[in-house]
């Protein structure tokens, strides 16, 4: 592995990463979204395992990515909750009124995302823990 | 209430017959026994008020939107069948207390809560007035028979039994099903009482014939008429008190129940009762001779309960009154003492282990109850003065006679009934008092349990006879007016004086008693002939029954011969023949045309991922097609790029770099085969079906597109997305506000999906077989 | 326009099922891909291509302009891109697990199921 390409890695990484989040919020209003960013900043993932190894990424992660699967799908599901109190109707989202644009669909697409991300690192990290030395 | 307690009761003690005969030993079955009691006391409390004229309904809510409730309704024919049911139930109940005794408790009782649980299913049957819950009823019964048939599950011939029964009576309830939703089509109500109210509405439907023939099907099959009579005698593979309840009093009564019911309501249509009168004579002919034929106890009243329910056919089939007084009071005497014939066959069979009637003799001797109770129902059965089937049996002549009809089912009638006397006397005399040199072992004599039943049956038979009348006015009259919808004054007595129908009686009895004294002979010389053997039997049943495994063995061996590219090319050619002939159906679509501005840039990529896909096909090497199947990958987010969709753009570009990676990892450890898996000839034939497949998707894509797309919900979505759910990307905000709980659908696929592989690529053995190469 | 989408659709689609055909496990994994893409096309046509603008509501606005492409096939297309993708790669782990347990990643050669008898032959209970 070239190192100039190892180090490069890195910082495509971090761009990713933060690229995939900048997708993810942006996504209510301009293209963008849960899918794309969480698939974004699975292949930010991705990188680094095909330069660092799948060790690394994992202790980037701190979390299994199984967890992160549950994690996201626990979210995704809890943000139709409130709908259910309010208008009888399960993932209908609630919004902040004014200024700041937050609501419970942001959380759900996080959760979207979160599974997202989770299922493909599932993949990438069973599939190249054998490979790397 | 009353219904639901009724229900309660006796579906109550089905759920705890098997704890209480655990528990109760020998009391265990009398025990069992009140509930049934407790049914038909319950029962008897309300003939003052159905005698009165009254009809008991009751409803309760189920599915309101299809017209089906739990609609009950209890009538004088109602009522007696109620009475039947429950009071024949309480004997059976504790007749089967004492025939299993020498049986696990266990056993018994789960003998017990299958007759019991039956019993809820017959009453259910017979209470109902929405005709969809009486068929759920009936359905149920049928395949309680089937459980109680197949009750000695260990013996290949009670299984055989049992599926047959089910699937002849069981199919023929689907008939029924059938024909009850078109009175739905036609009325738009499913309850009995709104159908007699409106018969003449039904009757000018347009289904009349198919609703008729279709609920004859199921009629014929459950009460087991020519030709589906086959199954009636084979289902004496039951245990006994089974045999007794389901296949003589009750079950097999059912398609008569139903055709009683209905002819009502089909008086004006005269096919409906000439169809009757023909099928009831007939099966009342086929079944004399085959009781004629029979070798077992068992069997032989098997056949005489066949041609008792084609009498009782036949007379619903003829008009006027005295028929349908007649059809009453013979359903009534026949439940009484065939029963009764049933319960002293049982003992006969219990007590010696032996059915077969040619070697039993001298059985009175040992079972000195059993033989009286035997020759007192049998008697009845015989129709011999002062027995209450006497007077039935002027009755049907009456009701012969006095039809429209000509001397022909009279003819019948006579024979028939010979048959029945002497089978009276071939059941009674012959095992009980005579042959007594061939007395087998006795194992064990009578137990009270055993002979409370066939005493209580056979002693009611000859009290209805002295006092015909309380019968007639408590029962009989209330069935009629329920049947008739008039009131008719029924007056039993036995001696009319001197009529045609004592003529005819004296006639049949003199001609069964030479029957009887003939018997032997005659049996030998019908059984002789081997040509009669797959006359009326199951020979048509069981080369349907193989034929159709046959053919599935046969398609299942064309179909799935274990090779994979076989159940994909069938599947894939039945898809473009589907295809095919959609296209040629549909032929009023929009006529093909070219819509939009053609762009070049669009053109070359759309050109791009045709040749990429056509590649894939071409080369040999994996890793060859993993990048041609890329570049259809990519071009297809360039397409989605290029006319306004960036979010399938981004979606599309991360998925494809992710496949690669992932595709790659898995076709390092593969090896990366050149040679065909197909042969040229499988290629060639693939080629063509794909090439076909293609062909037919340019055609529904060309003339879809074509025409111009439905915009409403799309205008729906761009209108309300920013004001409702305060979002300006709409495809995101379909995603995560509109069609929420789909995505949460998908991505929860998503999520098992990597799962799933996550588990799957656990490395924690070595392989199973070593790598071919 | 439509008609060369139609075409280019169509070939995809062909050569899919001409891959699913195949007896070879990732031939056959090829093929589900190549369908799948057919089909988001597909679906894509089905809206329509007569704008391309994203559809996205102008600043300002309050309703989606005229102008914009289909919102609704784009939505349903992006769900199914990303199911396209964890059913294509759960199966290419599936392949993946085949050919360690049993070495092989042609069908002909997968009999574990076989290998068991058939249901017409042996064991069972005769019904008839």
Redesign the interface.
């Known amino acids: 592995m070239p190192i100039i390409f190892a180090t490069m890695s890195r910082v495509f990484f971090a761009l990713m990463l933060v690229g995939s989040l900048f997708i993810l919020m942006r996504g209510h209003n301009d293209p963008g979204g849960g899918f794309v960013g969480g698939l974004m900043a699975a292949a930010a993932f991705s990188t680094l395992a095909l330069t660092s190894g799948v060790g690394s990424v994992r202790r980037m992660l701190r979390i299994h990515p199984v967890v992160l699967v549950g994690v996201g799908l626990s979210i995704a599901c809890l943000s139709g909750i409130p709908g259910l109190v309010s208008d009888a109707s399960y993932l209908t989202h609630w919004w902040t009124s004014g200024a700041l644009h937050l609501g419970t669909a942001t959380i759900f697409d996080i959760g979207v995302y979160l599974v997202v991300l989770g299922g493909v690192l599932c993949l990438v990290l069973r599939l190249y823990e054998e490979v790397a030395p | 209430m009353l219904f639901v307690i009724l229900l309660l009761i006796c579906a109550g003690a089905a759920l705890l017959a098997r704890p209480v005969l655990l528990m109760g030993g020998r009391f265990g079955a009398p025990l069992l026994a009140l509930a049934p009691l407790a049914a038909f006391v319950l029962l008897a409390r309300q003939q003052p008020t159905i005698a009165a004229g009254e009809v008991i309904l009751a409803s309760y809510t189920w599915v309101p939107s299809l017209g089906v409730d739990f609609s009950f309704r209890l009538d004088g024919f109602s009522l007696l069948f109620s009475l039947l049911i429950t009071g024949i139930g309480t004997l059976v109940t504790l007749y089967a207390g004492a025939y299993f005794a020498e049986k696990p408790r266990a056993t018994a009782g789960r003998f017990l809560s299958l007759i019991l649980l039956f019993m809820t299913a017959m009453l259910g049957t017979v209470l109902a007035d929405n005709l969809v819950v009486m068929f759920l009823f009936w359905e149920a019964t049928s395949l309680l028979s089937f459980l109680l048939v197949g009750f000695d599950s260990e013996k290949a011939e009670a299984?055989?039994a049992a599926?047959q029964a089910l699937i002849v009576t069981g199919g023929g309830g689907l008939a029924l099903f059938a024909s009850i939703l078109l009175i739905g089509l036609s009325l738009g109500t499913f309850s009995y009482t709104e159908v007699i109210a409106r018969s003449d509405e039904l009757v000018a439907s347009p289904w009349l014939v198919p609703i008729i023939v279709l609920m004859l099907l199921g009629a014929f099959t459950k009460s087991a008429q020519v030709p589906f009579q086959f199954w009636l005698p084979n289902a004496m593979q039951a245990p006994t008190p089974a045999s007794a309840y389901l296949h003589s009093a009750t079950m097999v009564k059912l398609g008569v129940f139903l055709l009683a019911r209905f002819d009502h309501v089909f008086a004006t249509v005269p096919w409906f009762g000439a169809t009757l009168v023909i099928v009831g004579s007939l099966t009342m002919l086929v079944a004399s001779f085959e009781a004629l034929r029979a070798t077992g106890f068992k069997a032989v009243l098997a056949q005489s309960t066949v041609a008792s329910l084609g009498i009782l056919v036949m007379l619903i089939g003829l008009n006027g009154e005295v028929a349908v007084v007649a059809t009453v009071g013979f359903l009534i005497t026949h439940a009484f003492y065939k029963a009764a014939l049933f319960f002293c066959a049982g003992n006969a069979i219990h007590a010696t282990g032996e059915a077969h009637l040619g070697r039993l003799g001298g059985l009175a001797r040992v079972l000195p109850f059993t033989a009286l109770a035997a020759v007192l129902a049998s008697f009845s059965m015989a129709g011999l003065p002062p027995f209450i089937g006497f007077i039935s049996k002027e009755y049907l002549f009456e009701a012969q006679l006095s039809s429209g009809w000509n001397a022909i089912p009279v003819v019948i009638a006579v024979i028939v009934n010979s048959v029945m006397v002497g089978v009276a006397g071939i059941v009674s005399i012959r095992p009980f008092f005579l042959n007594r040199r061939r007395t087998p072992k006795v194992r064990h004599g009578e137990t009270p349990g055993l002979l409370i039943g066939p005493l209580t049956l056979a002693l009611g038979g000859i009290a209805l006879g002295i006092v015909p009348n309380v019968v007639a006015v408590t029962l009989i009259g209330p069935a009629v007016l329920a049947l008739t919808g008039i009131p008719v004054d029924v007056s039993f007595s036995l001696w009319h004086g001197v009529t045609p129908m004592l003529v005819l009686s004296g006639v049949v009895i003199t001609m069964g008693v030479l029957l009887a004294v003939f018997w032997t002979p005659i049996h030998i010389r019908l059984r002789r002939r081997r040509i009669l053997h797959g006359l009326f039997g199951d020979r048509f049943y069981?080369k349907v029954?193989?034929g159709t495994?046959n053919l599935a063995?046969t398609s299942?061996?064309i179909l799935q011969n274990?090779?994979?590219?076989r159940y994909?090319?069938v599947v894939?050619a039945s898809v473009v023949v589907i295809l095919g002939l959609g296209l040629l159906l549909a032929g009023n679509g929009a006529p093909?045309s070219?819509?939009?501005?053609?762009?070049i840039s669009?053109?070359a990529v759309?050109?791009l991922?045709?040749v990429g896909?056509?590649a894939?096909?071409l080369t040999r090497s994996?890793v060859g097609?993993?990048v041609s199947?890329g570049i259809?990958?990519f071009a297809?987010a360039l397409?989605?790029l290029?006319?306004?969709?960036?979010?399938?753009a981004?979606?599309?570009f991360?998925?494809e770099?992710?496949?690669v990676?992932?595709?790659t990892?898995?076709?390092?450890?593969?090896?990366v085969?050149r040679e065909h898996?197909?042969l040229p000839r499988e290629r060639r034939r693939?080629?063509i079906?794909?090439?076909l497949?293609?062909?037919f998707?340019?055609i529904g894509?060309?003339s879809?597109?074509?025409a111009?797309?439905d915009?409403e919900?799309?205008l729906f979505?761009?209108?309300n997305?920013?004001?409702e759910?305060?979002?300006?990307?709409?495809?995101?905000?379909?995603?995560?506000?509109f069609?929420?709980?789909?995505?949460?659908g998908?991505?929860?696929?998503?999520?098992f999906?990597?799962?799933?592989?996550?588990a799957?690529?656990?490395?924690r053995s070595t392989?199973?077989?070593?790598?071919?190469? | 326009m439509n008609l060369v989408f139609s075409l280019a659709i169509a070939a995809i689609m062909g050569a899919g099922i001409y891959l699913v055909l195949s007896r070879n496990v990732m031939r056959i994994i090829f093929g589900v891909s190549l369908m799948s893409a057919g089909t988001n096309l597909l679906i894509f046509l089905a809206g329509g291509l007569q704008e391309i603008a994203p559809p996205v509501i102008e600043k300002g606005e309050e309703v989606l302009g005229t102008a914009s492409a289909n919102p609704l096939p784009q939505a349903l297309i992006l769900t199914a891109i990303v199911i396209g993708f964890s059913l294509v790669a759960f199966a290419a782990a599936l392949a993946l697990q085949v050919y360690r347990s049993d070495g092989t990643i042609d069908t002909r050669e997968m009999t574990a199921a076989e290998d068991l008898g058939t249901p017409f032959t042996t064991g069972g209970a005769t019904n008839g």
Not at chain 2, 562 to 565: A, Y
Not at chain 2, 642 to 648: I, K, M
């Open positions: 299984r055989k599926l069981d029954f193989n495994l063995s299942t061996r274990g090779d994979q590219h994909t090319a894939m093909i070219a819509t939009g501005p053609l762009r669009v053109l759309l050109v991922a045709a896909a056509i894939t096909t994996l097609a993993l199947v259809v990958g297809s397409i989605f290029l006319n306004g969709a960036p979010d399938l981004l979606t599309q991360a998925v770099t992710l496949l990676v992932i595709l990892a898995v076709l390092l450890r593969l090896p085969k898996t197909r693939d080629a079906l794909a090439s497949f293609a062909v998707v340019f894509a060309a879809m597109s074509s111009p797309p915009m919900l799309s979505f761009g209108a997305s920013y004001l759910a305060y979002g300006r990307n709409v495809v995101n905000v379909i995603l995560v506000d069609r929420a709980i789909d995505t949460l998908e991505v929860a696929v998503v999520a999906a990597t799962l799933a592989a996550w799957l690529l656990r490395r392989p199973t077989k070593p790598a071919k190469g």
